[in-house]
């Protein structure tokens, strides 16, 4: 079967890497990919696959029947969403729509699992279980694509009695894969804090009740989260990356919003994290003489690769791609919406390698320079195979 993965994926390149650079020149914002999804029919259509559409308006579910065996099935899941970022690179398939850019890779994982889709009903018949396809909507934005495409019921008729994705990572190279098992992403929310104080001239602050200040002091103070209460056992991390206060230079706002992220890999304590920010935010604020509101958004759960799973999925890698090309990652802060998944029923995702310091591919994801070695489409490709088949 490695022989026939093998020779399926040189024969497909040309294809999935006209259709990625066709996606990455029309990418379209989460919950919007209307174009993406007529795009994704088409492909399915002209390989004779089955698929149902409309699924959370863009979301698209094929599925590979095997001949042999009908009574069990997997899924593989690519996002189709891209993000509100200004290309700034100069190649020919350049994003063709003015502030939206697939920097985030989406265009590498919708591409990946056309193809695999493609070379999966070309071999049906020597297939060991069925296979669904999830081209999902919107996972760059709450509330997730994931859980909503879960209540629309994908993972039913057929039954999917494990899941699995794979994202792309330019830290690793191209020809590397790499995976975690157990706690491997972060839960995330969004914190939203308003400070209501009494504005005034910036000459007179006595006769003000200066949100700026109060800000400052509650930034710093909020810190005492990750820093000193949270157990040392987790991780955690609160950060915010915006405040405005809408002064001047002689003007003392009357409010001051912070908006920031919240983000653990304990359920318990992420509770208690909500907390602990509302009992702060309100001593620090009255403490001045301000008022204050806080809202906290709950986002994505944190994501654990099913440990048994996932050590079989890296038995299979390490057969087709060799160990040393298949690396045990690190935990990381960041999130994915690919969780919702995993709280259902056992789950793998799987990071793809697609830098080339040879040729300049260096940038991380959301970067508007982001680009990656396309023979990691090709490396994707057999990633999904090699899972699909005993």
């Given at each position: ?108 994982h919708t ?252 940038q991380p ?24 088949n005993d």
């Amino acid at each position: 079967m490695k022989q026939i993965i093998l020779q399926k994926t040189k024969e497909i390149k040309a294809e999935v890497v006209a259709i990625r650079r066709h996606l990455h020149q029309y990418p379209e914002l989460s919950f919007n990919e209307f174009e993406t999804s007529k795009f994704i029919q088409q492909k399915l259509t002209e390989w004779g696959i089955q698929f149902q559409n409309n699924i959370v308006k863009t979301g698209v579910v094929a599925l590979i029947e095997s001949s042999k065996n009908k009574s069990t099935c997997i899924a593989l899941r690519a996002d189709i969403d891209a993000l509100p970022i200004q290309e700034l690179n100069d190649v020919e398939y350049k994003s063709k729509k003015n502030g939206v850019m697939h920097a985030c890779g989406h265009d590498v994982h919708t591409s990946i699992l056309l193809a695999t889709a493609k070379i999966l009903n070309e071999i049906k018949d020597q297939l060991p279980q069925s296979v669904k396809l999830i081209f999902q909507p919107g996972e760059e934005k709450l509330p997730g694509g994931a859980k909503l495409m879960i209540e629309a019921g994908v993972l039913e008729n057929p039954t999917v009695s494990q899941i699995f994705a794979l994202h792309v990572f330019p830290e690793l190279e191209a020809g590397k894969v790499g995976l975690k098992s157990g706690m491997y992403m972060a839960s995330t929310d969004e914190v939203y804090i308003t400070i209501i104080g009494k504005g005034g001239h910036a000459a007179m602050p006595k006769q003000t009740i200066d949100p700026i200040i109060i800000a400052s002091n509650l930034i710093l103070a909020l810190q005492d989260i990750p820093n000193k209460i949270c157990p040392k056992d987790i991780p955690c991390v609160l950060a915010f990356g915006r405040i405005e206060g809408l002064g001047a230079t002689n003007v003392i706002p009357d409010k001051v919003e912070l908006q920031g992220t919240f983000r653990t890999m304990n359920e318990e304590w992420r509770s208690k994290a909500h907390q602990k920010i509302k009992e702060i935010a309100q001593q620090i604020t009255e403490s001045f003489g301000g008022k204050v509101e806080v809202d906290i958004v709950n986002g994505y759960p944190f994501l654990r690769n099913d440990p048994v799973l996932t050590e079989k999925t890296r038995t299979k890698l390490n057969q087709f791609f060799g160990e040393e090309n298949v690396i045990d990652l690190p935990i990381r802060m960041t999130a994915e919406d690919f969780a919702f998944f995993a709280e259902k029923i056992p789950a793998t995702f799987i990071r793809l390698g697609v830098r080339n310091e040879n040729i300049g591919i260096i940038q991380p994801v959301h970067n508007a320079k982001f680009d990656i070695d396309e023979d990691a489409l090709v490396y994707g490709v057999q990633t999904f195979m090699a899972i699909c088949n005993d």
